[in-house]
């Protein structure tokens, strides 16, 4: 009966009579009832006016940028891991306020795009770059549903990073390791876990998302077992970093006073698993104190501080040192295995950057 009508009507396209009323029938065969027929006609049309509105509402309201943004989360957001999904939900926040439910998703171009990143982090190139990723993933996921032909996210040229050099010297990281033994006086300290997330993270070179969910199912005599996060869904690399005296001092020292057996190797002071922001803040209040005891010893013994010591480095600087170390030490092979790369191009964006080649200089000829 929703078919097309085999002889004219009076009736508009795709209203029809039933039961003594008239109904709209849409493009899925949905029946919609709009009056009684003992209305008339005019009524008839006004209903039909009015139904129409509403459906283009609707329609409007489904393709608007939170709306994306909402289906977005929905579908994908899963993907990512933890730590991620966090920093996405935020990110889409801003986006969200920006692009609000005045923005048709076709209706975004890609100059849109560019004044949304120049406008919020026109001086954080990083961040610019990470929202503009973002904006590009909600985009293809709209291509992919039909709302729009083209990703203008993707005809915006990123902002130009500086590669990060910092390396953090022996003398630095001995200093931060000496400020968390110190601050282990304090009541209810976690110290022994922060000192043993900083020992592991240069001794496995692993991330600290990775550290922070390492468990002690994880931990055998022949080594740690670490399965990556970053890279689950693209390399899926496991790696068992070997069992050396150095690594079992640190998992020992982990271990002290702790029931083992399950839960987590890095653990507050009641035995929970530490939060990135609780880790980060921890090893952020350890080079802040190390900077401090620096500065009273350089007054001290009455020399100038070196103004770039224990400055601006950073958690993941230990992967870097780590990776740098295991180069220099035993190879590019090895520090690439340890690191969990494909390539040893991935690798060398670790490492390049902070070695420092040394070479012979040109000896003088003296004329005789």
Same mark, same amino acid.
């Given at each position: 009966?929703?078919?097309? =009508?085999?002889?004219?009507? !009076? ?9 003594? +009323? ?5 493009? /899925? ?9 003992? /209305?008339?006609? *005019? ?51 801003? #986006? ?17 795009? *560019? ?12 961040? &610019? ?6 904006? +590009? ?23 130009? /990073? ?5 390396? #953090? ?8 390791? *000496? ?22 993270? !240069? ?16 931990? &055998? ?7 990556? +996060? ?31 057996? #399950? ?16 880790? !980060?803040?921890?090893?952020? =209040?350890?080079?802040?104190? %190390? ?28 992967? %870097? ?26 690798? *060398? ?5 902070? /070695? ?13």
């Amino acid at each position: 009966m929703s078919g097309r =009508r085999k002889i004219s009507s !009076y009736l508009p396209a795709r209203v029809y009579e039933k039961h003594g +009323s008239w109904w709209f029938v849409d493009r /899925e065969h949905k029946w919609h009832k709009l009056c009684r027929q003992d /209305e008339g006609v *005019a009524r008839l049309y006004e209903c039909l006016a009015a139904f129409t509105r509403a459906a283009d509402t609707s329609a409007r309201a489904l393709n608007t940028m939170p709306a994306l943004i909402d289906d977005w989360m929905q579908k994908e957001l899963p993907r990512y891991a933890p730590r991620t999904k966090q920093n996405y939900v935020l990110m889409l926040k801003l #986006i969200r306020s920006e692009f609000d439910s005045e923005w048709l998703i076709d209706d975004v171009r890609p100059v849109d795009v *560019a004044r949304f990143l120049d406008k919020h982090f026109y001086d954080k190139p990083n961040t &610019s770059n990470k929202y503009k990723a973002l904006l +590009s993933s909600l985009f293809t996921h709209a291509v992919r549903k039909g709302l729009r032909d083209r990703n203008p996210s993707r005809e915006i040229r990123g902002a130009p /990073e500086s590669k990060r050099d910092r390396y #953090i010297t022996d003398e630095e990281l001995k200093a931060i390791r *000496a400020a968390v033994v110190a601050g282990a006086s304090r009541k209810a300290s976690s110290a022994r876990s922060v000192l043993c997330l900083i020992d592991l993270a !240069y001794q496995t070179a692993q991330r600290i998302s990775d550290l922070l969910a390492l468990n002690w199912q994880d931990v &055998s005599d022949d080594g740690i077992f670490f399965h990556p +996060s970053k890279t689950v869904n693209s390399t899926s690399v496991k790696l068992l970093i070997e069992m050396t005296a150095d690594l079992q001092s640190t998992i020992d020292n982990a271990r002290c006073g702790k029931v083992v057996g #399950i839960g987590p190797v890095i653990c507050t002071n009641k035995g929970g698993r530490f939060t990135y922001i609780g880790a !980060y803040s921890a090893w952020k =209040r350890a080079r802040q104190r %190390a900077r401090k005891t620096y500065e009273r010893d350089c007054d001290r013994r009455g020399v100038p501080p070196d103004p770039m010591f224990l400055v601006g480095i950073h958690f993941h600087d230990l992967r %870097a040192k780590a990776l740098t170390d295991q180069k220099r030490l035993y190879g590019a092979d090895a520090a690439q295995s340890l690191a969990g790369h494909m390539t040893a191009q991935m690798t *060398a964006h670790y490492t390049k950057a902070r /070695e420092v080649e040394r070479v012979r200089p040109v000896p003088l000829r003296h004329a005789s």
